[in-house]
């Protein structure tokens, strides 16, 4: 599957920004999702996660109960609904797709990745 991430842009302190993630080729269905970030000089890390179905969902604690995490299949398409957003924030995020029912927070379980989208958060 191949994905591609949108949405990013810059925003200030308390405001709110939604990512998508299209996907294309196979079926969007058969994949659980990710959404990952990574600034600078740090390592990627896990953001949020969604199931196939969309039934189950699970986040990183630095981002639960702001980040939102929706994916709509006839579209093929994954959402990340960020609010209340912090200069913390501050990454490229990735969205990942895994052929499994259930989502990880690992990246390593991920087999197909979009290019990044650049989000930045001023103070």
């Known amino acids: 599957v191949q994905l591609q991430a949108s949405g990013g842009g810059l925003r200030q302190a308390g405001d709110s920004l939604r990512l998508s993630c299209a996907a294309s080729?196979?079926?969007?269905?058969?994949?659980?999702m990710g959404w990952f970030r990574q600034a600078p000089g740090k390592e990627r890390e896990f953001v949020a996660y969604?199931?196939?179905?969309?039934?189950?969902?699970g986040y990183a604690v630095s981002v639960k109960g702001r980040f939102t995490i929706s994916r709509d299949n006839t579209k093929k398409t994954m959402y990340l609904q960020m609010n209340s957003l912090k200069p913390e924030d501050t990454a490229v995020y990735y969205c990942?797709?895994?052929?499994?029912?259930?989502?990880?927070?690992?990246?390593?379980?991920?087999?197909?990745w979009g290019q990044g989208t650049q989000v930045t958060v001023s103070s």
């Open positions: 990942a797709a895994r052929n499994a029912y259930y989502g990880s927070t690992q990246p390593s379980d991920f087999g197909s």
């Open positions: 080729g196979r079926t969007f269905s058969n994949y659980a």
């Open positions: 969604i199931g196939r179905s969309g039934a189950f969902t």
